[in-house]
């Protein structure tokens, strides 16, 4: 059972697609486990080793842009760089997400990698406050 004060993710089935949800107490944290969810659909998060961070800016008009933008910014650096992330850091001030990613390259053998990632989408996006007062950051990303 999740304490659902506890920073988790989940992944929602969307016709096709997949669905990548975060929560946390802050949208940081929410962003965080979004990116772990969305490294959780090409693998299990728990095989990638933190052997190397990349850093991502964004710049969004709110929160629910900055979720594409970050998520997308991730995908472009998993697919040009051959890597898999398994831990991220993230600041929003300002419009701006400064954020970090640290991961290794993608190994097929022991990641075992189930599909690409095409890109985030703006089908079920949502960044809000839970009834709880936690934080819930989710979209659905093409696969």
Not at 21 to 45: K, N, Y
Not at 79 to 102: E, S, T, Y
Not at 106 to 119: M, S, T, W, Y
């Amino acid at each position: 059972m999740i304490d659902s004060d506890s920073p988790h993710w989940e992944l929602f089935e969307h016709m096709a697609d997949i669905g990548v949800r975060g929560f946390g107490a802050t949208p940081e944290e929410a962003f965080a486990q979004a990116a772990l969810a969305l490294s959780a659909v090409i693998c299990d998060p728990t095989s990638i080793r933190a052997l190397e961070k990349v850093e991502v800016e964004c710049e969004a008009a709110d929160l629910e842009l900055a979720l594409v933008d970050w998520l997308n910014a991730l995908i472009y650096e998993m697919a040009v760089r051959h890597m898999v992330f398994g831990r991220f850091r993230v600041d929003i001030a300002g419009g701006r997400l400064k954020g970090v990613a640290w991961g290794e390259p993608l190994d097929p053998q022991r990641h075992r990698p189930a599909v690409e990632i095409k890109g985030a989408t703006y089908t079920e996006l949502k960044v809000e406050r839970e009834a709880d007062g936690g934080w819930r950051a989710q979209c659905v990303v093409d696969v």
